[in-house]
């Protein structure tokens, strides 16, 4: 009776599959999205399925105004819209984590095929062995790739890439699933810009072919014949030149890849967005970064120590992602997703065959692996306890969704949305029912907060936004230059025939409506006797310019 009612529970190892998605899962709930591209996206989305079709030109800024958009996202926009108009906020909280859970419950797959293939390869014990341990290494892959985790187009990309990632990984066993890379690079060109990625991970899936082409087999293992070998290389080239075609299939053809890279080749960009700069330790996420970098670099020391200064073949492939991978997380922020992912698979596939014994720590005992009978009889108990852990996680994931929250002056639930003032675009929106600002009102905003106050007054156009490839130096150094209250803000404004400020909060805490200016900006609008505040809360102000210029 007790052993079939124990049966009814879950086991040790269920437990830590579960807990490595449920626990992404919760904490993307948990922290807010940022709004400063999740908003823009969402008004685009909501034009195109209102059958405006994919905007080709810009019309919400006076800056760039007619300006060519290409708006190679447009796919994740029509899907982020439609999700808000039928669940609101709490959908997109939940569409958020769910998209969490499924790239880091394909990153877990990966892991523990990866190991698996890697230890018939190499003959070999594994740390990865475990539920457990994998699971404590998706969570420090989670930890590294949280900076890019925000709610935009990225994320479906993340989730196609630990797809196409777990498909590669397991082609010797399902080798039918590699045709639905070129489906995933079809979706993906219309989704973000990172579809590049997949032909990438195709072409290191072809090295690591090729170089076991020239492996020994195993002790008790058939050879494969050589026909059949080189049909596997053959036919991930294959794949990788079918899904180099398959991201043509969008409407924008061969001029996205030419988007993409005039993307990464334009210095404005890499140096005026933060996460296109590459991380500094001196930041947590760079730290973060870093320190699995120098793990994983630690893992590929001691396999070429193994090997005798030069990796087996099994091993050429895992090290060249870790290389080309690890690289292009030094050089941008934007790569510390694809890292965390694919570099972390690649050290756990580089790993068996190393002996925990070797590595004798100072003043340590010698570390001795578990057997696989003592990491499956650990792993198979069961527990109603295991149960309960279960039950609690998914109680508090319904718990802390924004349903039950209360909204803020314009319907956003609390701890929702970050960079999204809610008192400053209900001001607007007032100012501009009452016609005290024009439709089509001419406001100057800061950058991360463009694409919310965009989304949240239509009717007005706004100086810059989150599209940063569409606005010249010239635009985004008076951005800067009004931002810090240089000497020249007023004539800027000017020039611009602009009507109204937002600033970020201009006044100290502690002085909350008082004169007591703390920056420049500030200072520089206050003394010009050409513009009055006309609304102030903890977020920022709003300013509407009282007096004509000189000679206007």
């Known amino acids: 009776m007790v052993a ?34 999740l908003a823009y996206q969402l008004r685009a989305g909501a034009g195109i399925l209102a059958g405006q079709g994919i905007p080709a030109v810009d019309t919400w800024t006076f800056t760039v105004a007619g300006n060519p958009w290409l708006d190679q996202q447009w796919g994740a926009q029509v899907l982020l819209a439609a999700v808000y108009q039928a669940g609101g906020w709490t959908g997109l909280a939940i569409l958020r984590a769910t ?32 539920a457990r341990t994998a699971t404590l290494i998706v969570l420090g892959s989670f930890a590294v790739a949280a900076p890019a985790l925000a709610l935009r187009p990225q994320l479906f990309a993340i989730v196609l890439f630990a797809a196409t990632l777990l498909i590669l990984v397991d082609r010797s066993r399902h080798p039918r699933r590699l045709w639905l890379i070129p489906v995933f690079a079809a979706a993906w060109a219309n989704l973000h810009g990172s579809f590049p990625l997949v032909v990438v991970l195709v072409a290191l899936a072809w090295v690591d072919e090729v170089a076991l ?62 996460e296109w700069r590459p991380p500094t330790p001196l930041e947590p996420a760079g730290a973060v970064f870093y320190l699995s970098l120098l793990i994983v670099l ?77 990491a499956s009889e650990s792993e198979t108990r069961r527990s109603p306890l295991n149960a309960l852990v ?50 089509d009102a001419r406001i100057w905003n800061p950058q991360t907060w463009g694409s ?3 989304f949240g007054v239509p009717e007005a156009r706004f100086a810059i936004d989150s599209r940063i490839e569409l606005f010249p130096s010239k635009v985004i150094a008076e951005n800067e230059s009004i931002t810090r209250g240089s000497a020249d803000v007023l004539d800027v404004l000017r020039s611009y025939h602009v009507d109204a400020v937002v600033t970020t909060r201009g006044l100290d805490s502690s002085s909350y409506r008082s004169l007591t200016p703390v920056d420049d900006l500030w200072t520089a609008l206050y003394n010009s006797g050409e513009w009055t505040e006309v609304y102030q809360d903890v977020d920022g102000t709003i300013w509407m310019r009282t007096a004509a210029p000189f000679g206007e």
């Open 4 to 37: 079939a009612a124990n049966r009814r529970w879950p086991s040790i190892g269920e437990l830590w599959t579960f807990l490595g998605i449920a626990l992404p899962f919760l904490a993307a709930l948990l922290v807010p999205m940022p709004s400063v591209d």
């Open 298 to 374: 630690g893992i590929v020391a001691y396999r070429l120590r193994s090997d005798r200064g030069r990796p087996g073949a099994q091993f050429m492939g895992p090290t060249l992602s870790i290389v080309v991978f690890g690289v292009l997380g030094v050089v941008t922020g934007r790569g510390l997703a694809w890292w965390a992912i694919a570099g972390f698979v690649a050290g756990v596939s580089l790993q068996p065959g190393l002996r925990l014994a070797d590595l004798r720590l100072p003043r340590m005992p010698v570390l001795r692996a578990r057997t696989a009978r003592e």
């Open 452 to 454: 919310w106050l965009e």
């Open 390 to 439: 279960v039950v609690v996680l998914a109680t508090a994931a319904v718990a802390v969704l924004p349903l039950w929250r209360p909204v803020g002056p314009v319907g956003i639930p609390s701890a929702t949305l970050s960079f999204a003032p809610q008192g400053i675009v209900e001001k607007l929106n007032f100012l501009v029912g009452v016609g005290s600002l024009g439709r």
């Open 213 to 274: 082409l020239r492996m020994p087999v195993p002790a008790g293992h058939a050879r494969a014949p050589l026909s059949r070998r080189l049909l596997g290389s053959t036919g991930l080239a294959l794949i990788g030149a079918i899904s180099a075609l398959a991201t043509l299939l969008s409407p924008f053809g061969i001029d996205a890849w030419k988007y993409i890279e005039n993307l990464a080749r334009n210095p404005e960009i890499t140096s005026a967005v933060t």
């Open 99 to 130: 998209l969490v859970a499924a790239a880091f419950a394909g990153v877990l797959a990966a892991l523990r095929s990866s190991w698996s293939i890697a230890s018939v390869r190499a003959g070999g014990s594994s740390i990865a062995s475990s």
